[in-house]
């Protein structure tokens, strides 16, 4: 499989997961968790999908500019869905508090990919 079929693939994944992880939320857990663990919940659900989106528009770059730092901006926001987003639902879902320290790697992740993205596009050939 290509690199922007794999990307598009786990950003539509991605996409699926945070729709159900946020119906999850809204309906399942919102008499289970107090309000303090149901927006952390929530704000996991949330910055998946930006970045489920943010690896669809890494797939695109990189069917573009194959040789691009694109492909390291796909891996940094797969990455950082893994450690921010995962962090957090373990987080909301066991109240270990811990667990919050890790987030801000995947933030960092986050970050990274975005410079990864706007580097391939700067660097992009013309045309």
């Known amino acids: 499989m290509t690199l922007d079929r794999l990307f598009l693939m786990l950003g539509a994944v991605s996409g699926l997961i945070a729709v159900g992880a946020g ?14 663990l149901l927006g952390v919940f929530e704000t ?5 999908m930006y970045h489920a989106l943010a690896l ?4 695109w770059v990189v069917s573009r500019w194959p ?3 694109a492909a390291w901006a796909g ?5 950082g869905t893994i450690v921010f987003s995962g962090s957090l639902y373990a987080l909301a879902l066991t109240g270990v508090r811990w667990l919050g320290a890790v987030t801000p ?4 992740c986050f970050l990274a990919g975005w410079l990864c993205l706007a580097l391939a596009a700067a660097r992009a050939p013309s045309g």
Not at 56 to 59: D, E, I, K, N, S
Not at 75 to 79: Q, R, S, T, V, Y
């Open 23 to 36: 119906a999850f939320g809204a309906h399942a857990l919102r008499a289970r968790l107090t309000p303090e």
């Open 44 to 48: 996991g659900a949330r910055y998946q």
């Open 56 to 59: 669809v528009a890494a797939a």
């Open 67 to 69: 040789e691009s730092l």
């Open 75 to 79: 891996w940094l926001f797969l990455a």
């Open 105 to 108: 790697l995947g933030g960092l």
